[in-house]
């Protein structure tokens, strides 16, 4: 039987209340709409259900919109499209393909809704195919299609293609044209498509408003948005303000961003989807977490993206407070990777370790797998951790998921391994990454081979950089000079802080400066590096003065540190470091009285002491060690075994150092508080409770004191174990009674001869060697003839000091240097007949070698009487 054909009327009425609804964006009504439908015996026409399937589809139920299409007896050709449109649309592509195989007789509608639901595949190319094989290349809304298609998967030169080709282009395709532009970079061409634009629809201007966004033309994309409002009759979109909202956010306006929220308020825009995420990202990043939280709750959780989630969670790390953020994360109806990730780092951001580590437990059993994004940000927490057993298993981990070739994830890896202490198996890991690596790569493996006492190597390294042309960073340049600083290479710190500037165009921060005034300060430069503070391009901050105050208590200068100290306070009133270190100063010089008033004024003013602990991990429990640690359960075996090791070391020569002791106290009470400091304790446990030939692994949060550092280098030879020591500073590898830190001061007696000047002295001078490079550092000298103070200089100009200088004996062990040497205070070398002679005088007679020498230099200068009545002042003490 046939059924009667609907009132045309009422037929067009509920046509135009579905259309009423979509206008009025109001999809609560479009059910009662359908249930008058079915009352009225309508919903058996074609036009009507595909009405109501458009409404359905447009305001995102696709499943009604489903079940309305199975539910016709009679379908056409625009049906399919409807709901094979609304399929492609959400990205729902193997239904969109079913549908589209069931299609009678497809159009150029079917083809173009195909094309945008396939147009992440590979099959694009074969629907192009077909596309021009039955002729519908000529439709301008498939050629549109087509080169959408083209453009979100990067493929420009055949998006390009299909434009040149096209005959008709329209308003859609004049879109495409400026999305391709901005796709590629090509602001200004897009900018002048835009401008030629007669016609203009809402996509024109979110194409180029998106596109300055994604650019990152944030205040462009700002000032259209407000020419649209002026200028346009068009009302922004949904599309429009999320655009808008994140140029705010990344501007950080957040005063903007709240017009905008007031012009949503008063379009009575929908805010439950990706409007409604937006602002939320950007309330998040402009510091309004409290409204932000506020929007969340009147949207729910179910409609926040990642984005979103991630913008609130960053704003709640800044706050410090982590737990609303877990609290949003738990309530997630379904977390991907990105969240998991997301939480993860919050956590590492917020020092809180082991509430990651237990986080990405639960990931690796009940999460989805983890990418290499968590697994680089799990490796921070190991480095964090400072945990090798970590590290490692999650290594094995991203083995495993084939995630180890990632840069992100060896870069972590070096990151991590010199954290560890392990600065071989960084070496590794970096010397796999040959082709591979960036920057990152590259400044990592730097700083770790810097922290590492290896400074040579990371110089070589950046000069390596250098010469494969790879631009380095601010971060890099801190490498750079923390590896100058270690190694004492003053002139080339000079060097790279002025390439950094002059080369690269990078501007000093205050961990460049804070280098500089600490190599300056170790190299015992003092007048330079209070030149450099005076002079610097930023303020000096407590990292600045409190590199200064470090160099004067290795060298005592008091009056110096007084300064420093005072400058500390002055930007840090309670900074306990900059009491401390004065006091220790004081100390160190003798002088207890005032010692003890700085001590007093940290009492007085409440300024607690950082206190020095010592930690190691064995298996997967953290011990940790304070000096003179009574709190310990294995508290006796410790002190028994330490007290053996103590007697042990003193009879291979080690002499404890009563000076590190800083309080006026006998001799052999300071060698108890010595014995029992945190590291050695940490040491005595780790020999307790680790295999034989193990290496160990020692973390300190302050400066290893010298006569640990004396004591463990005899400690390693005694055990036979390579000991790894972390403190604050650098990290010290101690094997077979020495240290990687190479550090010898050494006493040496020279004669520096300066033509230029005029003038011959004899100079008593301390040498530090350190990887074969020797700094004087300090010098005091009698004149002759002249009057010229060797306060510094350096001899990097020699390829290896002990290779230049020959004749040398450790005197009470100090280096003894003999008069076999020469070089100058501004740099310059002596010249061949100086050379020469001082060689034959070393060939006859080493034994008035010194004397010979000065009498030579002065008969060099001055000529024979003057060089004879300068000999002579010497004979009678003067020189």
Known sequence: MQNPPPRTSQVDLYASILQTSL????????????????????????????????AYAKTGFVSDARRVFDGMSVKNVSSYNTLLSACAKKGMIREALCIFNEVPEPDSVSWTAMIVAIEALDVGRKVHSFVVKLGLSGYVSVANSLVNMY?????????????????????????????????????????????????????????????????????????????????????????????????????????????????????????????????????????????????????????????????????????????????????????????????????????????????????????????????????????????????????????????????????????????????NCARKVFSLIQQRRDSVSWT????????????????????????????????????????????GLVERGRRYFKMMKDVHGIEPTSSHCACMIDLFGRAGLFAEAQDFIETMPIEPDVIAWGSLLASCKVHKNVELAAIAAERMLSVEPNNSGAYSALANVYSACGKWEEAAKIRKWMKDRQVKKEQGISWLQIKSEVHIFGADDALHPHRDAIYQTIAKIWEEIKKMGFVPDTASVL?????????????????????????MNTPDNSTLRIMKNLRVCNDCHSAIKFISKLVNREIIVRDATRFHHFKDGSCSCGLLKSVIFAGYFNFWLKCACYVLAFLTLTHNVGTVH????????????????????????????????????????????????????????????IYGFNLFSRKHLDLMSKFLLRFTVYGFWSGLTAYGFTLIGFS
């Open 23 to 54: 206008n009025t964006k109001n999809p609560s009504a479009i059910k009662p709409i359908h249930a008058c439908i079915v009352k009225s015996g309508l919903h058996l026409g074609v036009f009507l259900m595909n009405n109501l399937m458009n």
């Open 151 to 423: 453009a979100k998967v990067g493929d420009v030169g055949t998006a390009v293609a299909v434009l040149d080709r096209m005959k008709l282009k329209n308003v859609s395709t004049w879109n495409a044209i400026i999305s391709l532009h901005m796709q590629t970079g090509q602001v200004e061409r897009a900018l002048a498509q835009f401008d030629e634009m007669k016609e203009r629809d809402v996509i024109s201007w979110n194409s180029m408003i998106a596109g300055y966004n994604q650019c990152g033309f944030d205040a462009k994309a700002l000032n259209l948005f407000s020419e649209m409002l002026k200028e346009s009759k068009l009302r922004p979109d949904r599309y429009t303000l999320a655009s808008v909202l994140s140029s705010c956010a990344n501007l950080e306006d957040i005063e903007i961003g709240k017009q905008i929220h007031a012009h949503i308020i008063r379009t009575e825009l929908d805010t439950s989807g990706a409007v409604g995420n937006a602002l939320i990202s950007m309330y998040s990043k402009c510091g309004g977490v409290e409204i932000a939280q506020k929007l969340l709750q009147k949207c729910g959780t179910s409609t926040l993206n990642i984005i979103a989630f991630t913008a609130l969670l960053d704003g709640y790390i800044k706050l410090g407070d982590i737990n609303p953020a877990r609290q949003i994360f738990d309530s997630l109806q379904e977390c991907d990777v990105v969240a998991w990730t997301a939480m993860v780092v919050g956590y590492a951001q917020n020092g809180l370790n082991n509430d990651a580590m237990e986080l990405f437990r639960s990931m690796i059993k009940d999460g989805p797998v983890p990418n290499n994004y968590t697994l680089a940000a799990m490796l921070s927490v190991s480095s964090n951790l400072a945990s090798i057993n970590y590290g490692e298993q999650i290594h094995s981990i991203a083995i495993k998921l084939g995630e180890a070739s990632s840069v992100s994830v060896t870069n972590a890896l070096i990151n991590m391994y010199a954290k560890a202490g392990s600065i």
């Open 444 to 487: 990592s493996m730097i700083m770790a081979l810097a922290q590492h006492g290896f400074g040579e190597e990371a110089l070589q390294l950046f000069e390596n950089m250098l010469a494969l042309e790879i631009t380095p960073d601010h971060i890099t340049y801190v490498g750079v000079l923390s590896a100058c600083t270690h190694v």
């Open 663 to 687: 309080h006026d106290l006998d001799l052999e009470l300071k060698e108890q508080i010595l014995k029992h400091h945190s590291e050695k304790l940490a040491i005595a446990f780790a020999l």
């Open 778 to 837: 300090r010098g005091e000298k009698t004149a002759v003839a002249g009057d010229y103070l060797c306060s510094s200089s350096s001899l990097s100009i020699f390829p290896s000091p002990k290779r230049q200088v020959k004749a040398y004996s450790i005197v009470g062990g100090s280096l003894e240097i003999r008069w076999n040497w020469g070089g100058s205070v501004d740099r310059k070398m002596w010249g061949f007949w100086p050379w020469l002679t």
